[in-house]
RNA sequence: UCCUCUGUAGCUCAGUCGGUAGAGCAGUUGACUGUUAAUCAAUUGGUCGCAGGUUCGAGUCCUGCCGGGGGAGCCA
């Protein structure tokens, strides 16, 4: 049985096996306390040994900070205040010593930064098993969100052919070795590369999901994505996951709906399953985000045009580093204002100028902004990406052209709109962003257990 | 990539005006106590990020490089 199981017991005396390591020891004349933790919870099982345990001496040197044991006793009502119940043990095997001399480990608080250097053992502190905790129950909870709405979940390829969507920097995938690289006198020969041509790792699934979402209606793709920029931010990753749902016979109104209901979904589900865990981040990481969360779960979201927003910002008077002007991109100053100053909850930004979006957004009427919507949240800025997908052919491969893309490379995108085209959106939303927002880690590069950035890859 | 701060004991940090290295925690030893980051006492522990330079003398000043934090851009 784990911890978490057996802390909800009663201590009747019954027998039973705990297997865990050593969070810390605390000696007393009669007795030493050991706290055992297993990661089931982050509670640790108190194991009281008594002085006159036999070999004593022998073992409880051995039972340091980071040691693996399995105890074998009775799980009894414990006679201190921190706990209900605690072993006392009848036999206790030391699998695996840690040299207290060496092991990094403390008891004390270490640095994030620390951590980061000793990502092997960082899942053995009460933040980082909290995290891997959320984390995995985040993401069971995306997959039975989708599910429970009969999403169909797609395996979209994480090596790809197309830099469809042309943002940003792609990792390149072949097999030439790099001192001798095949060129002709046009450059390098990608015919003779494993793929034939060029290939990279992929920085969205949204268009293979597309094809999907124009045969299922409504899919999701959840997978690693990858993106070569150079950013050094505690928000972005090299490689980090994405959630990205594609849905048919749908506006930009009803994903915005998808949207808010999906992250109040996963908020709650985390509220009511890993309450411990959220407590632990209420007091020690950033205080009061269960309340905020929950406030958030229970108010709508607050939904304007960016024209709007732009006005709102103008209005306020507020003095920014980057002026505001209609038709220049919101800045990260501009993003938190609105959502932490005006309206302090999460606010979806809508129909932004189609001039600094992506070539694939649904043009308005009024021939300068697109149905794009960003939805913004206090702390982090932008979380969630997406837009109503221009469905027109005509429009979609004029924007192609306009914007200088080879329209070669998007025939199979621009046949989707010659047959049964129909209204579809989507988004894409950063997982590790939420990790953030639900747990208040400062830094992206604690909520993934390997984080891969600029100029480092560890472990 | 840019701006800015920073790098000193295993960890977190102090180190004044340039004068030869310090605290807390951890480790070790002992005392005390059904303890909760236990407490108290003693004690071990240093290539001051790296490479140059200035100086009688550099942790301290200068230059370059490397690492880390925060902010910005790019974005999710």
Redesign the pocket.
């Known amino acids: 049985m784990r911890i978490k199981e057996l802390l909800a017991l009663e201590g009747k005396g019954q027998h039973i096996t705990v297997e865990g390591w050593v969070r810390?020891?605390?000696?007393?004349?009669?007795?030493s306390?050991v706290?055992l933790n297993d990661g089931s919870c982050i509670d640790n099982m108190?194991v009281?040994l008594?002085k006159s345990f036999p070999l004593f001496d022998d073992i409880e040197?051995r039972l340091?900070?980071g040691a693996s044991v399995t105890v074998r006793g009775r799980l009894v009502k414990?006679?201190?205040?921190?706990?209900s119940v605690?072993v006392?043990p009848d036999e206790i095997t030391v699998q695996g010593e840690a040299n207290?001399?060496e092991?990094?480990l403390?008891?004390?608080?270490?640095?994030?930064?620390?951590l980061?250097?000793i990502a092997h053992l960082r899942p053995r502190t009460n933040t980082f098993g909290a995290v891997a905790r959320i984390r995995s129950a985040m993401s069971y909870a995306i997959h039975s969100y989708f599910n429970e709405r009969g999403f169909v979940y797609v395996h979209t390829p994480v090596i790809t052919g197309s830099d469809c969507?042309g943002?940003?920097e792609m990792f390149r995938v072949t097999t030439f070795p790099l001192d001798k690289i095949p060129v002709t006198k046009d450059g390098v020969d990608f015919s003779r590369d494993f793929f034939g041509k060029e290939a990279s790792l992929t920085v969205?699934g949204q268009l293979e999901a597309e094809i999907y979402a124009l045969a299922l209606k409504n899919v999701y793709t959840f997978g690693p994505?990858f993106?070569a920029?150079?950013?050094?931010?505690?928000?972005?990753?090299?490689e980090?996951w994405?959630v990205e749902p594609e849905m048919a016979f749908c506006d930009i109104s009803l994903n915005m709906d998808t949207a808010e209901e999906f992250i109040k979904y996963i908020l709650k589900y985390v509220l009511t399953n890993c309450r411990l865990d959220m407590e632990f981040f209420s007091t020690m990481i950033e205080k009061g985000v269960v309340e905020n969360l929950e406030h958030i779960t229970e108010s709508s979201f607050e939904r304007i045009t960016y024209t709007e927003a732009v006005n709102e910002l103008k209005k306020s008077g507020k003095n920014f580093?980057?002026p505001v002007e209609w038709g220049m991109?919101l800045?990260?100053?501009?993003?938190?204002f609105i959502t932490q100053e005006i309206f302090r909850k999460p606010v979806i930004v809508t129909d932004y100028p189609r001039d600094?979006k992506?070539f694939y957004m649904k043009q308005n009427d009024d021939g300068r902004t697109v149905r794009a919507m960003?939805v913004l949240v206090p702390r982090l800025?932008?979380?969630?990406?997406g837009s109503e997908r221009e469905n027109d052919h005509g429009r979609l491969l004029s924007r192609i052209r306009e914007m200088g893309l080879d329209e070669k490379n998007y025939w199979w995108y621009l046949e989707l709109r010659k047959y049964g085209s129909v209204p579809h959106s989507g988004f894409?939303?950063?997982?590790?962003?939420l990790i953030q927002f639900v747990t208040g880690m400062?830094?992206?590069?604690d909520v993934i257990p390997f984080p891969r950035?600029?100029?480092?890859l560890d472990f």
């Open positions: 810390t020891k605390r000696d007393s004349r009669d007795v306390f706290a108190q009281v008594p040197p340091s900070n414990s006679q201190g205040t921190g706990q605690e006392l207290p001399a092991y990094p403390q008891k004390k608080r270490h640095s994030f930064e620390f980061r250097e969507e943002a940003g969205s994505t993106r920029e150079n950013s050094n931010t505690s928000r972005h990753l090299a980090f994405m580093d980057y991109d800045q990260s100053e501009h993003e938190k600094i992506a960003d800025g932008e979380i969630i990406g894409g939303l950063g997982f590790e962003r400062q830094n992206i590069r950035c600029v100029g480092t």
